[in-house]
């Protein structure tokens, strides 16, 4: 699904995306600025990190639900606000909120998260016919990193455990993040780069091979709205970087998935460094994606989608 990478400069923010956009700073700060890294060596830093999800859904006019785990002797919380629909389908939107151990994580996932509460604020008391929730899921770095102990993991499970049915499910994961450079954006396997563009200045929509359909409908309803370049691919979950992100762990239990991302380690430099700050995001463009991909989540909520 390569294609529609856009040489003409983008138009203005418009008023909704220049207010989407202070609140994508605003949260990113929280996170990545004021709370800082957070994971479990940071544990008390990743429950403020919680606490301020909890309090940013219960704003938007949300009901918020922890969905609990133990782990070497310490809980930790998936954080959940749904929107209840007229059907039994699930949308299902999640970004993990913990970072890596020795960074801030500005974008990884700070912009994710940030994005997340956005889209949330943008959907709550608005019906819909299928149900939709946001989730902020805990432990998605090393050494949880794809395995049961995965916070998306042990929710994937009580998922299937209680008979879900989500049709869809999206990954917000490092989203923060352009560049107009030549030779910008890299890929993890030999011949990519025949197909896809080595700027890296377009948002990805990946997923495995299950979830082709899912990655052609959402990219296709993304580039009918959004004033930013896309690239789509369905590719095989043992090809590096496709599974690295909480998309991943509903692949495990049969759901279809696919991880929204700048590419994160194949174009940021700051990549799981300590200089991954809130400073080193390009605000104006993710406030472009995260408008198209309100549009993309109220499709995919609609009864006559899919």
């Keep these: 699904m390569p294609g529609a990478i856009f040489q003409r400069a983008p138009q203005p923010l418009t008023p909704d995306q220049v207010t989407l956009r202070a609140e994508l700073v605003s949260d990113v700060q929280t996170l990545a600025g004021n709370?800082?890294?957070?994971?479990?060596?940071?544990?008390?830093?990743?429950?403020?990190?919680?606490?301020?999800?909890?309090?940013?859904?219960?704003?938007?006019?949300?009901?918020?639900?922890?969905?609990?785990?133990?782990?070497?002797?310490?809980?930790?919380?998936?954080?959940?606000a749904e929107i209840h629909?007229?059907?039994?389908?699930?949308?299902?939107?999640?970004?993990?909120?913990?970072?890596?151990?020795?960074?801030?994580?500005?974008?990884?996932?700070?912009?994710?998260?940030a994005a997340l509460l956005?889209?949330?604020?943008?959907?709550?008391?608005?019906?819909?016919?299928?149900?939709l929730r946001f989730v902020a899921f805990v432990n998605e770095e090393p050494f949880m990193f794809q395995s049961p102990e995965m916070g998306s993991y042990v929710y994937a499970s009580r998922c299937k455990t209680n008979g879900d049915r989500i049709t869809a499910m999206m990954s917000l994961e490092t989203i923060g993040y352009y560049s107009?450079?030549?030779?910008?954006?890299?890929?993890?396997?030999?011949?990519?780069?025949?197909?896809?563009?080595?700027?890296?200045n377009f948002i990805g929509f990946v997923g495995n091979v299950p979830s082709r359909a899912l990655v052609r409908e959402a990219i296709g309803q993304f580039r009918q709205h959004a004033q930013v370049p896309s690239q789509g691919a369905a590719l095989p979950s043992s090809i590096p970087g496709i599974g690295w992100s909480d998309q991943w762990a509903f692949w495990q239990?049969?759901?279809?998935?696919?991880?929204?991302?700048?590419?994160?380690?194949?174009?940021?430099?700051?990549?799981?460094?300590?200089?991954?700050?809130?400073?080193?995001?390009?605000?104006?463009?993710?406030?472009?994606?995260v408008h198209g991909l309100e549009k993309v989540i109220d499709h995919l909520a609609r009864s006559d989608s899919r």
Aim: hydrophobic fraction near 30%; include cysteine; proline fraction near 7%.
């Design 35 to 80: 709370i800082g890294e957070r994971n479990y060596r940071r544990y008390q830093e990743l429950i403020a990190a919680s606490e301020f999800i909890e309090r940013s859904f219960s704003a938007a006019g949300l009901r918020s639900r922890r969905d609990r785990y133990e782990m070497h002797g310490r809980s930790f919380d998936n954080v959940e």
């Design 85 to 113: 629909g007229t059907q039994p389908e699930i949308v299902l939107v999640g970004a993990h909120y913990d970072s890596v151990v020795g960074s801030p994580g500005a974008n990884d996932n700070g912009s994710g998260v």
């Design 118 to 131: 956005a889209l949330a604020r943008r959907f709550a008391g608005k019906p819909c016919a299928r149900t």
């Design 180 to 200: 107009n450079a030549p030779r910008s954006q890299t890929y993890p396997f030999p011949g990519l780069n025949l197909l896809y563009p080595t700027t890296g």
């Design 253 to 289: 239990h049969g759901y279809p998935g696919i991880m929204i991302t700048d590419t994160a380690p194949f174009r940021y430099p700051h990549y799981h460094e300590a200089s991954d700050t809130p400073d080193k995001l390009d605000y104006d463009t993710m406030a472009r994606v």
